[in-house]
């Protein structure tokens, strides 16, 4: 079946530096990706949603110049988080829609910490 | 607009009970709508999902949902509950509109289920 590589599973970063969290869709081709953040014991909150080539659209209340998107190709689509803070300490979840059925195929997650 | 809301926040069953998981939907389209199980941090796994075909769906695990529009409901079911099943759940609505060539997902808050022996 679909799967999507999610790396790193888990980091920890000082304040103020940058994090990259990867995702990879390994068997298909991704025409959509999703980026959500979920807060412990709450529900996934979407960031945005990016399409391959073109600029990310950013949900409401989400800094786009903090959170960065890139979704260079059909299988790699990328979140930085710029001049991380504690209160970005987070679960982030992407997640891919495939060109071929429209499938969401989610990531395993990435557990970001801030200190 | 689409919405989802997840009737229990927490279940709690002993081993070898039936699971119920209520979820009742409220979409202008004619809705898709899935039920994904979380394990303690890790991604989301698709139990089942609703695209307009049999209204009583099948999926992995021995889960199960039906989808009843007079209702607006998509509860969850399972016959017997098995340790492994503890976990959180979120019932989810597409929101149908599919602008920018892709639908958004709309999440429940989720209910978490526990299992005792």
């Known amino acids: 079946g679909a799967v999507v590589s999610q790396h790193p599973s888990r980091v920890i970063c000082k304040s103020g530096t940058s994090v990259k969290i990867e995702c990879r869709s390994l068997?298909?081709?991704?025409?959509?990706m999703f980026w959500y953040r979920q807060f412990p014991k709450q529900s996934l909150m979407l960031m945005a949603t990016s399409n391959e080539g073109s600029k990310a659209t950013y949900e409401q209340g989400v800094e786009k110049d903090k959170f960065l998107i890139n979704h260079a190709s059909l299988t790699l689509s990328t979140l930085t988080v710029t001049s991380a803070h504690p209160e970005d300490s987070s679960f982030y979840i992407c997640?891919?829609?495939?060109?071929?059925?429209?499938?969401?195929?989610f990531g395993s997650g990435t557990r970001l910490t801030v200190v | 607009a689409q919405s989802v809301t997840q009737l229990d926040s927490h279940v709690s069953v002993s081993e070898g009970t039936p699971v119920l998981l209520r979820c009742n939907y409220s979409s202008s389209y004619s809705p898709s709508l899935f039920w994904y199980v979380q394990h303690p941090n890790k991604g989301l796994q698709l139990l089942l999902k609703y695209t307009s075909a049999a209204t009583l769906v099948k999926g992995i695990n021995g889960f199960e949902a039906e989808f009843k529009k007079s209702e607006t409901s998509f509860h969850l079911t399972k016959p017997s509950a098995h340790m492994s099943d503890a976990a959180e759940y979120f019932c989810v609505v597409s929101d149908g509109l599919f602008s920018g060539g892709y639908n958004k997902l709309i999440f429940g808050a989720g209910t978490r289920l526990a299992v005792h022996p």
């Open positions: 068997d298909f081709q991704a025409t959509t």
């Open positions: 997640s891919a829609q495939s060109r071929e059925n429209y499938g969401y195929t």
